[in-house]
């Protein structure tokens, strides 16, 4: 890092768009969400320990979980994740966020983009010296990720299979999303000490289930199920790690839509 003293010059400009948040973000911040989301935002807070240090992932199901309460009753938590989805500027107002604890970076809320929030909170944080904005290849190097105790990595996933296996990128051969910082974060949190990994995704998609015996061809792994840790849909948790694949079926289908827990039985007995 250089501190601005060691810097001889500095170029100003003021663009169009200063003082906007980041468009994905501030954009699904306006939506109502989906009544779902608010019993995984419940679901991934009993997770949640105070002082633990979080990251959270751009997705649709991850972003407002902030906003329906997941952290509202913690304290001292830490932040060290790539962006700030909307509501983590203002938990670092009211202190909930602090960095206290952090094993480093003591006291900051490390990351490599600010938004997600109002242009009065990005104002705020873009003076403040809480905020310490990190390039992509430190914030993302699981040693340093690792080095946080009680590390918590909470990503989305597009589909998990029943032995645990994660897609957050793809279903069969179509692209639906880039996997960014997730697998690093999963395996940095399962490194760091008293860490944990938390994959959330809503049990159905237009009456499909998202948790599957098998991916279709050419589907692309995003966490090998031997990483995979915590699942939370709107049914419930999930815990993967050091379970037997028959275990690890179990546990999917009581979080799975009941819809398709009869199924998804049948298949696993006929396969585990």
Do not use: C
């Not at 992509?136 to 990595?153: K, P, T």
């Amino acid at each position: 890092f250089i501190h601005f003293s060691e810097l001889d010059y500095f170029v100003e400009h003021v663009s169009a768009g200063q003082g906007m948040t980041v468009g994905s973000l501030a954009g699904r911040a306006k939506r109502e969400p989906p009544a779902y989301l608010k019993d995984i935002a419940g679901y991934v807070s009993e997770l949640i320990r105070d002082g633990d240090t979080i990251q959270i992932g751009v997705g649709r199901t991850t972003e407002p979980l902030v906003l329906l309460g997941m952290l509202d009753d913690k304290h001292d938590i830490g932040y060290h994740s790539e962006a700030t989805p909307p509501g983590i500027i203002t938990l670092v107002k009211k202190g909930i966020i602090n960095g206290r604890l952090k094993t480093i970076n003591t006291g900051k809320v490390t990351v490599t983009s600010l938004g997600g929030g109002s242009k009065e909170e990005m104002m705020w944080a873009a003076n403040n010296p809480l905020f310490e904005l990190v390039d992509v290849d430190y914030l993302e190097d699981v040693s340093v990720i690792a080095a946080n105790d009680n590390m918590v990595a909470i990503n989305n996933a597009l589909l998990i299979q029943l032995d645990g296996t994660v897609s957050a990128e793809s279903i069969g051969r179509r692209l639906m999303a880039a996997a960014g910082g997730q697998t690093a974060f999963v395996v940095g949190a399962l490194m760091s000490k008293g860490g944990r990994s938390i994959t959330v995704l809503p049990s159905t998609s237009r009456g499909f289930s998202r948790i599957v015996l098998l991916f279709e061809p050419g589907t692309v792994v995003t966490i090998p199920r031997n990483l995979t840790d915590y699942v939370v849909t709107e049914y419930g948790i999930a815990h993967l790690r050091q379970k037997t694949l028959r275990e690890r079926a179990q546990e999917l289908i009581a979080i799975a839509h009941p819809d398709f827990r009869a199924g998804l039985k049948k298949q696993a007995s006929e396969l585990f």
